[in-house]
């Protein structure tokens, strides 16, 4: 059985989020975002979809107009055996720059993000 986690969301200068913002999720089996109405929440998950298939990108910040609109996807990838015992564990690390649409995806080895 394979069991993937998003374990953070970054995002620069996606809908309301001006610069660069990183959101870590933890291990837990419930997580909760609360923030006021119109303050980047429906943005923040629509940037995972986006990164992964590129559609439904978050609107570039007005304000941002020369800089960089981005956003990544951390996650984990866990391989168990039918017993449920965990075989290996793996850290990756996908990033999409939405105004080229390319994509990069790097692999936490060593403590340091190598591409693959």
Not at 44 to 49: D, E, G, H, S, T
């Amino acid at each position: 059985m394979i069991r993937i986690r998003i374990a953070a969301v970054e995002i620069r200068n996606c809908g309301p989020w001006l610069g660069a913002w990183r959101l870590e999720i933890p291990d837990a089996p419930i997580a909760v975002l609360c923030r006021p109405n119109e303050q980047g929440k429906s943005t923040l998950l629509a940037a995972v979809p986006a990164v992964f298939w590129g559609e439904g990108s978050p609107a570039k910040n007005w304000f941002a107009a020369d800089q960089e609109y981005a956003a990544a996807v951390e996650f984990e990838r866990e391989l168990h055996d039918p017993s449920g015992r965990l075989l290996s564990k793996s850290s990756y690390r996908a990033v999409r720059h939405f105004e080229t649409d390319r994509v990069s995806l790097a692999e936490l080895r060593d403590g340091a993000w190598q591409t693959v």
